[in-house]
């Protein structure tokens, strides 16, 4: 009694320093690189149709500038992880938002279609370590509520789809797509001014044996929320899930009395259980069939609000001209979809859990799409575009929630990384579909392909093992 008196787990100094300024603090950042990364994959949305207006380009080429940003941030889901697991958060950020910002301006100056793909391509593998800034922030969440805070920082997102939708309608007609991608780049650009001041998560140094640098930090912000730290010795967490495997739970007591016992984990000691890769493998296939879907419904937007009348017959340009500015106000208008979904997500997310809520916000967003398969008028198009993305992007953000749940810190990152690295091929192939078959007026086709994502992505869905709500995040 007197050893378990004079110690003290992660979970229980955050849950004791609470939610505080501290966090108020890091979620802004946080929210900030989410809002740099939603800001340079919407403005994709825009561009291609500028350039390709300028540049006289085939419809293959303008997908491909979406494309290869995918193909980027495929290599970096992946690469940015594992730097984040193996030499902390905080120096994955500074190089994710080095490349992400310098190649976002210098694609503001290319003078050709390869150099403005190159530089995109860049883009995308800094962009592909956006999912470390809501891994960042979930290691110094408390348990309590912890669902409903990612959601509000999922808000970030929205924020930045938004502004990039408002800075487009504003900048393309009048000055452009390359001042547009070089404002684009502005919070990448601040997030390295902001750098000097972002901590490591005690969570990762305590994983690394690094427990006196763990405290110092605890007691920063501790003193920042007002609060005290508990007394006693700061030791690793326990392992509180039951269906991870015999032989991790063994893994434990030489856990607690060797903390540098903890860096030479690997991944596969975290997939010991046929149960864990299960859930590593299903996880796949949500990221693919959840970028693949958002995305989808993202272009379909531009898509279906340019080129629905001449597939009707009617006489009309095949492009809408560069200067119209209906085309920005409708992506717009969908963009604030997200805003719903994310109520919907906080209300029911703690409640009835992850699992569930995604399956319920896939099934609605499943029957929204279906009146899509055949014409119908421009008004009764947007809205249902627009109530589709509010429960895609709600399912989107509740997934981004769950995973990094699921995964314990030395692998964390890597986990994520390499599901986002999957759901990035989702992205790769998404606009061939939706700028492709509906600019060739195959729009059932493509409404019907993204129906079995959907219905594909639900089987995966309720196959996983795992359910998160109200569970400490483990360590190992």
Known sequence: MEIQASTYTLDEALSIIGFGKFQGYALAYAGLGSIAEAMEIM?????????????????????????????????????????????GRKKA??????????????????????????????????????????????????????????????????????LESGLAWIIMPRL?????????????????????????????????????EAHAILEKIAHLNQTILPSGQLVPDHIEDSSLSEDTHLLTTRKKTDPGFIKHLSLNSVLISPKFIRTTILLWFVYFGNTFTYYGVVLLTTELSSGQNRCTGMDRLHSRPKMDTSLYFDVFVSSLAEFPGLVISAIILDRVGRKHSMAIML????????????????????????CARMFVSATFTVAC?????VYPTNVRSTGVGVAT????????????????????????AAIFMFEA???????????????TMGKELSDM
């Not at 490349?99 to 793909?117: I, K, M």
């Not at 901590?199 to 427990?211: N, Q, V, W, Y």
């Open 43 to 87: 403005l994709l949305s825009f561009i291609g149709t500028a350039v390709a207006s300028d540049w006289n380009l085939s419809s293959d080429q303008e997908s491909m500038i979406t494309s290869i940003v995918f193909s980027g941030m495929l290599i970096g889901a992946y690469s940015w992880g594992v730097v984040s697991d193996n030499y």
């Open 421 to 444: 690295a999957i759901g990035r091929v989702g992205g790769m192939i998404c606009p061939l579909v939706a700028i492709t078959l509906v600019s060739n007026c195959h729009q059932t």
């Open 176 to 212: 452009g797509w390359r001042v547009l991608l070089a404002l684009s780049s502005i919070p990448a650009f601040t997030l390295l001014a902001l750098y000097s001041l972002t901590p490591e998560t005690p969570r990762f140094l305590i994983m690394k044996g690094r427990i006196d």
């Open 401 to 405: 929630i769950y995973t990094p749940e």
């Open 93 to 162: 950020f500074l190089g994710l938002c080095t490349v992400t910002a310098v190649a976002g301006l210098l694609s503001s100056f290319s003078q050709d279609y390869v150099s403005l793909v190159i530089a995109r391509w860049l883009v995308g593998i800094g962009l592909g370590g956006g999912h470390l800034f809501s891994t960042w922030f979930l290691e110094f969440v408390p348990t309590p509520n912890r669902g409903t805070w990612m959601v509000i920082f999922s808000t970030f997102w929205t924020v930045g789809t938004i």
């Open 453 to 467: 994502v959907i219905v594909l992505l639900g089987i995966c869905v309720v196959l996983l093992p795992f359910e």
């Open 363 to 386: 099934t609605v967003g499943l029957f929204l799409l279906l009146p899509l398969a055949w014409q119908q008028s421009q008004n009764l198009t947007m809205t249902l575009l627009f």
